[in-house]
Nanobody
Framework: QVQVVESGGGSVQPGGSLRLSCGASGSISNIACMAWYRRPPGKERELVAGVKDGGSTTYADSAKGRFTLSRDVAKNMVYLQMNSLKPEDTAVYYC???????????????WGQGTQVTVSS
């Protein structure tokens, strides 16, 4: 089995910073993609930032210039550094990993349980 676990959420004031961490563990032969999604209150889940196994990254327009995604391939970890946080960044943040398991051809998506980020004065 594969587990995806996030940490680092919390409450901050507008303009503050938070760093989210996510790790994938278990029976893993390759991770094609890791990403952060979020679900704001009353809204649909949306992509925040993602990175492919080749290292290319993508960001939502709302995250560009404020958030930085980094990956530690050896540790199957991704980190989301969030700066200049705004109230509209308030959401549950979910980590996503597209994982290939040994002996299984098709990769499978795994999700973390989510971590709450609240930006409020």
């Amino acid at each position: 089995q594969v587990q995806v676990v996030e940490s680092g959420g919390g409450s901050v004031q507008p303009g503050g910073s938070l760093r989210l961490s996510c790790g994938a563990s278990g029976s893993i032969s390759n991770i094609a993609c890791m990403a952060w999604y979020r679900r704001p209150p009353g809204k649909e889940r949306e992509l925040v930032a993602g990175v492919k196994d080749g290292g290319s990254t993508t960001y939502a327009d709302s995250a560009k210039g404020r958030f930085t995604l980094s990956r530690d391939v050896a540790k199957n970890m991704v980190y989301l550094q969030m700066n200049s946080l705004k109230p509209e960044d308030t959401a549950v943040y979910y980590c996503y990993a597209l994982v290939s398991r040994p002996g299984i051809l098709t990769p499978y998506p795994y999700w973390g349980q989510g971590t709450q980020v609240t930006v409020s004065s």
